[in-house]
């Protein structure tokens, strides 16, 4: 797993979280399908830009606050 998308997804899912939102919710505001907001939220898939502004304007948020600090420094290995 990739540790920048394991750390957005993370974001992702407190973002969803904190607005009360479940995965279904969060899919149909956003147009996109419930497993795959799953698999962005477990790190298991790389997004599309795209569809991380689909997820941010769903969620009522930019993008740079999820994206924040990442990468977080040179030593943090992405593969």
Avoid: W
């Avoid at 298991?44 to 994206?67: I, P, Q």
């Amino acid at each position: 797993m990739d540790p920048y998308l394991d750390i957005l997804g993370q974001r992702i899912r407190a973002r969803r979280s904190e607005l009360g939102m479940s995965q279904e919710g969060l899919a149909n505001e956003a147009g996109l399908d419930r497993s795959y907001v799953g698999r962005i939220e477990r790190g298991e898939h790389n997004l599309t830009f795209v569809s991380l502004v689909k997820l941010c304007r769903a969620m009522g948020c930019d993008v740079a606050s999820l994206t924040s600090g990442l990468p977080a420094s040179k030593n943090m290995s992405a593969s």
